[in-house]
T-cell receptor
C-alpha cells in the first residue's frame, strides 16, 4: 500500500538556520503530496501541497518540490524563526489503484525546535 | 475552507466505558474521515464515513470498537467503546475539500485519556 517515510528528528536549530526535512513515498499511482504542520497546542493544518511531478508547493517561506524520479517531497526553509517550532508531517493521497482513494497516509512526523 | 468543530475537546474516562465524539462541519461535505493520533505518534486513519453508506474501516479497526454515524452531510460521530488505557489518544475528524483535490481540513481534535 501507499506509505510515507519521513526524517523523524527531533531537529533543533538556531534562528535563521536552513531547515530540510526529508520525505520519500511509495505509491502505485500518481499521488498528491502534502506537508501538514501542527503547532504546539493547535490542530493540524495544511502547510503546502503539490499535485503532480515537478510541481513546487510553497507557503510561509517553506518550499517542497514533487520529484517523481526520486519519489521525494523534501521540505525546506531558508531561514527559520522561533515561530516555526512545530511538528511537521509529510502525507500523500490519491496514489492508490483507484483514483478516488482520498484517504491520507502520513509520515511519522518531525519535531522541529527553533532556538532564539 | 471548511470550519470543523469537535466535542468534547478533551475527556478523562474510566476503562470499560464508552465515549462518543462529535464532529460538526460548517458546510456540506461528502467525505469525512476519523483519525487517531497516539501519544508522540503520527496520524492513523480509523475509517472513512460517507453520508448514506456504511463507514469503511481500515485494517486493525472494527465497527464494534469504533462505531461511526453519519446522519447528514455536516455531522458525524465516532464512539470509542469499552475503553482501555491503550485507547488514550487524540481523535481527529477531517473532511475532503470537495474539489477532488485530495486536500483535507482537520478538526481541532479530542484528547482522550483512559484511566
Amino acid at each position: 500500500g501507499d506509505s510515507v517515510t519521513q526524517m523523524e528528528g527531533p531537529v533543533t536549530l538556531s534562528e535563521e538556520a536552513f531547515l530540510t526535512i526529508n520525505c520519500t513515498y511509495t505509491a502505485t499511482g500518481y499521488p498528491s503530496l502534502f506537508w501538514y504542520v501542527q503547532y504546539p497546542g493547535e490542530g493540524l493544518q495544511l502547510l503546502l501541497k503539490a499535485t503532480k511531478a515537478d510541481d513546487k508547493g510553497s507557503n510561509k517561506g517553506f518550499e517542497a518540490t514533487y520529484r517523481k524520479e526520486t519519489t521525494s517531497f523534501h521540505l525546506e526553509k531558508g531561514s527559520v524563526q522561533v515561530s516555526d517550532s512545530a511538528v511537521y508531517f509529510c502525507a500523500l493521497s490519491g496514489g492508490g489503484q483507484y483514483v478516488n482513494d482520498y484517504k491520507l497516509s502520513f509520515g511519522a512526523g518531525t519535531t522541529v525546535t527553533v532556538r532564539a | 475552507s471548511a470550519v470543523i468543530s469537535q466535542k468534547p475537546s478533551r475527556d478523562i474516562c474510566q476503562r470499560g466505558t464508552s465515549l462518543t465524539i462529535q464532529c460538526q462541519v460548517d458546510s456540506q461535505v461528502t467525505m469525512m474521515f476519523w483519525y487517531r493520533q497516539q501519544p508522540g505518534q503520527s496520524l492513523t486513519l480509523i475509517a472513512t464515513a460517507n453520508q448514506g453508506s456504511e463507514a469503511t474501516y481500515e485494517s486493525g479497526f472494527v465497527i464494534d470498537k469504533f462505531p461511526i454515524s453519519r446522519p447528514n452531510l455536516t455531522f458525524s460521530t465516532l464512539t470509542v467503546s469499552n475503553m482501555s488505557p491503550e485507547d488514550s489518544s487524540i481523535y481527529l475528524c477531517s473532511v475532503e475539500k470537495g474539489t477532488g483535490s485530495y486536500e483535507q481540513y482537520f478538526g481541532p481534535g479530542t484528547r482522550l485519556t483512559v484511566t
